[in-house]
């Protein structure tokens, strides 16, 4: 497509429970990033893949959080076992060397 | 990786002023990105900065990278209310550093 998508938009979840976010970046952008934005707070690095390298993982909170990227290509923010703290905006961008980054819309997530 | 420090934190303007935000890098910036955000919503990108000395502008929006490019400054001329929002500074390292954020300047323009 001609940006990036997330999906969903919003979630709301049981605290406790896992969630999958999803991130389908701009066409043959090799480098993805996924941040988190709490309420009133800049952004926040989780991780970086770039290309077929070892994703930089340095910024993910706990143990909780996990990402992959298939086939250099979508990517999934996986939350396990949510808590409150994880309510945020998650927000996925792409990016190539000539062409700067491109964010998402972002997904609102809402642990109850 | 580099560290982003922007000033002041939130500005609150009358229209028709105009103002000056900053972003101070820890390290030599490789690039210097300028993204707007507007509540709810994803960030818009403003402009991308990358040598030493440069300017660029779009509309009444003018950014600039100090010759040293560790400090980069976004002015606007003649503030609207459609100027107000989360301003954010970005960079990234050589080439194959991460991007990261400033946490932002909160502008409010008044009418």
């Known amino acids: 497509g001609a940006g990036v998508s997330q999906s969903p938009s919003n979630k709301v979840t049981e605290k406790g429970k896992d969630v999958e976010l999803r991130c389908d970046p701009i066409?043959?952008?090799?480098?993805l990033y996924w941040y988190r934005q709490s309420l009133g707070q800049g952004l926040e690095f989780l991780i970086y893949?770039?290309?077929?390298?070892?994703?930089?993982k340095s910024g993910l909170p706990s143990d909780r959080f996990s990402a992959e990227r298939t086939g250099g290509s979508v990517s999934t923010l996986t939350i396990q076992r949510t808590q409150q703290e994880d309510s945020a905006v998650y927000l996925c961008?792409?990016?190539?060397?000539?062409?700067?980054?491109?964010f998402g819309s972002g997904t609102r997530l809402t642990v109850v | 990786s580099q560290e982003l420090e922007q000033s002041p934190q939130s500005l609150i303007v009358q229209e028709g002023k105009n103002l000056t935000i900053n972003c101070t890098s820890s390290?030599?910036?490789?690039?210097l990105y300028w993204y707007k955000q507007k509540y709810g919503e994803g960030l818009i990108f403003l402009m991308m900065?990358?040598?030493?000395?440069e300017e660029k502008s779009h509309e009444k929006i003018t950014a600039k990278l100090d010759e040293k490019k560790q400090q980069s400054s976004l002015h606007i001329t003649a503030s609207q209310p459609s100027h107000a929002g989360i301003y954010l500074c970005?960079?990234?390292?050589?080439?194959?550093?991460?991007?990261?954020f400033g946490k932002g300047t909160k502008l409010t323009v008044n009418p």
């Open positions: 961008a792409s990016s190539s060397y000539y062409n700067g980054y491109t």
């Open positions: 066409s043959g952008h090799t480098a």
């Open positions: 893949f770039q290309g077929n390298s070892a994703p930089d």
């Open positions: 390290k030599t910036l490789y690039g």
């Open positions: 900065l990358q040598k030493g000395g």
């Open positions: 970005g960079a990234d390292g050589s080439g194959s550093e991460k991007l990261v």
